[in-house]
C-alpha cells in the first residue's frame, strides 16, 4: 500500500505542476456559489483577522478574500502554481509549502482555513489526515475549517460519462469523444485506485483522466473531523444549502470549528 500511495501523490503532483492544468487554474477566477454564500454567513467572524488559504492553485480565492482580510496566507505544493498567484496577487503574501506539514506556522495562528475546489482529495487517505491535524493545529479556538470533498454516495460515483443520466446533445458528444480518446490512460490509472470501508481513491475523468480523487460520505468526512478535534461540522450542497445527504451532489463543502 505504501508503494501505491507514494505513487498516488506523484501523479497528482505531477498533474498539478502540468502547463495545461496550470493553465486552467489561471483562468479560474469566480467563487462557487457555495463558497460565496458560505463565505458571506462566516465574514463578520473573520473580517480582518488571519487567514490561511491551501492549495491556492492559480488565486482563484485570493482576490476575494483580501477583500475580508489583508492578513492573509496562500500556500501550494506545486512551485508553478505558488509562483503564479504570487506574480498575479504582489500584495499576498504566497509561499511554496506541502501542507501535511505546516511547521513554518505557528500553533492556533488562523481564524480561517481553506482548502477549496477539493483539493483536499488529491492526496492519500493518510497525508488527507495529516493535513486535516495540520490545520486542526494551526487554527485558533473556535477558528473555522471550510473545504469541499467528492461525495461517495453520489449517483454517478465511478461511472464513466456516457453512464451519467444526462441529455445528449452536441456539446456533451464531443465531451464523450475527448473521453474515449484519454480512455487507455483511465485504464492505466485505474492499477492504483483504493475502496476503503471510510473512502475511495478513483481515476474519475479529471484533467485528462490524470488525478486520482478522494470520495467519502457525510457520515465518515465527519466523523474524520469529529476524531482530530473538529465540532460543529455542517457539510452543504453545490448552492450552499446545509443538507445531512444528498446523491445528487458531486461534492459538498464542509465547514467545521476547532
Known amino acids: ?66 477583500d475580508i482580510s489583508d492578513d492573509y496566507t496562500a500556500i501550494d505544493y ?6 503564479l498567484t504570487a506574480a498575479k496577487y504582489p500584495n499576498a503574501k504566497v509561499l511554496q509549502m506541502d501542507a501535511t506539514n505546516m ?4 500553533d492556533s495562528s488562523f481564524d480561517l482555513v481553506l482548502f477549496s475546489y477539493n483539493g483536499l482529495d488529491s492526496m492519500t487517505h493518510e497525508s488527507r489526515i495529516k493535513i486535516i491535524s ?13 473545504f469541499s470533498s467528492h461525495n461517495r454516495d453520489f449517483h454517478n460515483f465511478n461511472k464513466l460519462p456516457w453512464r451519467w443520466n444526462v441529455k445528449w446533445n452536441l456539446k456533451f458528444v464531443i465531451f464523450v469523444l475527448h473521453c474515449l ?5 483511465h485504464y ?4 492504483h485506485e483504493v475502496f476503503a470501508d471510510d473512502y475511495a481513491i478513483v481515476n474519475d475523468g479529471d484533467h485528462r483522466f490524470s488525478l486520482l480523487l478522494y470520495y467519502v460520505t457525510i457520515e465518515k468526512q465527519i466523523d474524520q473531523l469529529s476524531k482530530i478535534g473538529f465540532s460543529n461540522v455542517i457539510a452543504h450542497d453545490m448552492q450552499g444549502k446545509p443538507v445531512k ?6 461534492w459538498f463543502h464542509y465547514v467545521a470549528q476547532k
Open 188 to 191: 492505466k490509472m485505474k492499477k
Open 1 to 66: 500500500m505504501e508503494a501505491i500511495n507514494t505513487s498516488l501523490d506523484l501523479l497528482n503532483r505531477n498533474t498539478y505542476d502540468r502547463e495545461d492544468v496550470v493553465s486552467f487554474y489561471n483562468e479560474a477566477n469566480t467563487l462557487l456559489p457555495a463558497e460565496r454564500a458560505i463565505l458571506r454567513e462566516l465574514t463578520p467572524g473573520i473580517a480582518n483577522k488571519k487567514i490561511l488559504d491551501i492549495g491556492v492553485g492559480g488565486g482563484r480565492t485570493t482576490p476575494y478574500l483580501l
Open 134 to 146: 495540520e490545520v486542526f493545529r494551526v487554527l485558533k479556538p473556535g477558528g473555522r475549517f471550510l
Open 181 to 185: 480518446y484519454h480512455l487507455p490512460k
Open 245 to 250: 445527504s444528498d446523491p445528487s451532489s458531486h
Open 103 to 106: 511547521a513554518a506556522f505557528d
Open 78 to 83: 506545486s512551485e508553478e502554481m505558488a509562483k
